[in-house]
């Protein structure tokens, strides 16, 4: 082989080799994922298989356009790969290839729900979508008095509809009447932050009644869809959109369903795939559909039905136990893969109890909860447990978790206290060890010590946790 020049050396070394500091950072990374207790609602552990994917040569290849119809040579193994990935998409939701067909080229949630608007709308038609403060989505057209927030409030004009402010259910009359007088032309049902199921049919009938698209935008919950745990939106909507890394365990992606079979939807198609590119996108990143079609291959596997099974069976563990200690969940409980705790009858903010885990190696997010005075300063907690069951765990195991949260929160009640004031930076300077000496800090630092050897209890897929070694950079001292 000849002689490889200076300026391309770089190109065969390995990372570790090449470029050390990054190293280093995935190392502190890897070794934080390992040591901590992962709770966000929105994430998960994606398979050692769909990171082989995501990382492979696939990355180097333009492929704009779709397969047997690309704008650049040398496609005939990315055409496989996309119509691979396209069959397993319909195949794990269950879909009649010919009523559904499936985009697998957006970038990320956010970008297809972009996709989705511009295929089903003209700039500033009207759309519904649950607002914000009540568990619905950014995308979904939010804006505040002051601000058109994101490009689907920029480009079309939206109207938020809401949670009953009692049941803290979507309140579907009041958004029927909403939808007499607004008109929307798509109605978007799908949320961040809702521990319930959806109504499709009831969205369908508000719909037809003003001739509206209905789009489910299933994000968080497409991998218990998928299996069949929770009610099924493509009996009822036009175009389904989701993300392929929440629940659905994949690499960060998204995907756009559309329904070929009606007479609403005879040319979305054409209206989807031309909206994803090149209005809204350009190359397709292959490496990232390799790693879909992976994960979509694992959640059409009878497996997929337990670990569904399993995330929710865990979710509901969680809130009974924080029930049985007293606390206040929305809605009392959940029937999906989170839980929303509201945290305000303790006098306590969401942004002290995030603050207070992240030490202790908790990972969770602060959160809205219905009635919130302020967006700034939200009452509650978002738990979810996709990410705690891909590391093995089952009820016994949550019920410890539930311990340490309880903890965590009666700590966080010891430490306002200790603080003389409710400021967040009080909180933290507390909390943290700058006051040596303290009671709150000693606990703070036992809870961490506990809470990182149950964690080191369970594997990460993808990682060899039995040789893992403190990365440099990464103090313990406990
Ligand atoms: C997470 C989420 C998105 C956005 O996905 P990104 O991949 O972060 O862009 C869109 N819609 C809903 C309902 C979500 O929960």
Redesign the pocket.
């Known amino acids: 082989m000849a002689s490889i020049p200076d300026f391309n050396q770089a190109l065969y070394a390995p990372l570790a080799e090449t470029d050390p500091e990054v190293q280093n950072i995935i190392d502190k990374e890897t070794w934080r994922q390992f040591s901590g207790l992962e709770l966000i609602a929105?994430e998960n552990l994606t398979s050692r298989a769909t990171m082989e994917a995501n990382g492979s040569i696939l990355t180097n290849k333009y492929s704009e356009g779709l397969p047997g119809a690309r704008y650049y040579g040398g496609n005939e193994w990315i055409d496989e790969l996309e119509v691979l990935c396209q069959k397993r998409a319909l195949q794990a939701f269950h879909l009649d290839p010919t009523k559904w067909g499936v985009n697998v080229q957006p970038y990320?949630?956010?970008?297809a729900?972009f996709a989705a608007l511009t295929a089903l709308l003209q700039p500033q038609d009207r759309l519904m979508g649950l607002g914000l403060p009540d568990g619905g989505?950014l995308?979904h057209g939010y804006y505040t008095a002051k601000k058109k927030m994101t490009a689907s409030s920029i480009y079309f004009q939206s109207l938020p509809y809401g949670i009953d402010s009692s049941t803290h259910l979507v309140d579907y009359e009041k958004l029927a009447a909403q939808a007499k007088i607004f008109k929307p032309q798509l109605l978007i049902c799908?949320?961040?932050a809702y521990p319930r199921d959806w109504d499709y049919a009831a969205l369908r009938k508000i719909a037809d009644e003003h001739g509206a698209f209905v789009m489910a935008?299933i994000?968080?919950t497409s991998g218990l869809i998928a299996a069949g745990e929770l009610a099924d939106p493509f009996q009822y909507c036009d175009v389904v959109t989701t993300?392929t890394?929440?629940t659905l365990r994949g690499p960060?992606a998204?995907l756009i369903f559309f329904r070929k079979d009606t007479d609403k939807a005879k040319d979305l198609e054409k209206r989807v795939n031309d909206a994803v590119f090149p209005a809204c996108q350009g190359g397709p990143h292959n490496n990232t559909i390799a790693g879909i079609a992976t994960a979509l291959l694992q959640a059409c596997q009878p497996t997929w039905k337990a670990y569904a099974k399993q995330v929710i069976i865990n979710a509901q563990t969680l809130g009974k136990e924080l029930v049985a200690h007293g606390y206040k969940l929305q809605t009392q409980g959940t029937d999906n893969h989170l839980v929303l705790w509201d945290l305000r009858p303790l006098g306590l903010t969401g942004s002290k109890l995030e603050k207070l885990c992240d030490l202790v190696g908790i990972t969770i997010n602060k959160n809205a909860v219905s009635g919130d005075a302020s967006a700034q300063v939200p009452g509650g907690i978002r738990l979810g447990t996709s990410a705690l069951t891909s590391r093995n765990m089952l009820e016994a195991d949550i019920k410890v978790v539930a311990d340490f949260l309880h903890r965590a929160v009666q700590l966080a009640l010891v430490l306002q206290k200790e603080a003389g004031s409710k400021l967040l930076k009080d909180f933290v300077r507390v909390a943290t060890f700058e006051d040596e000496g303290r009671e709150g800090a000693r606990l703070v630092r036992e809870l961490r010590t506990e809470v990182r050897a149950f964690a080191r209890r369970w594997p990460v897929p993808g990682v060899d946790v039995t040789t893992l070694k403190r990365p440099a950079g990464i103090e313990e001292d406990d």
């Open positions: 929105s990320s949630g956010s970008t729900n989505h995308t799908g949320a961040s935008d994000a968080h993300t890394h929440k960060r998204g």
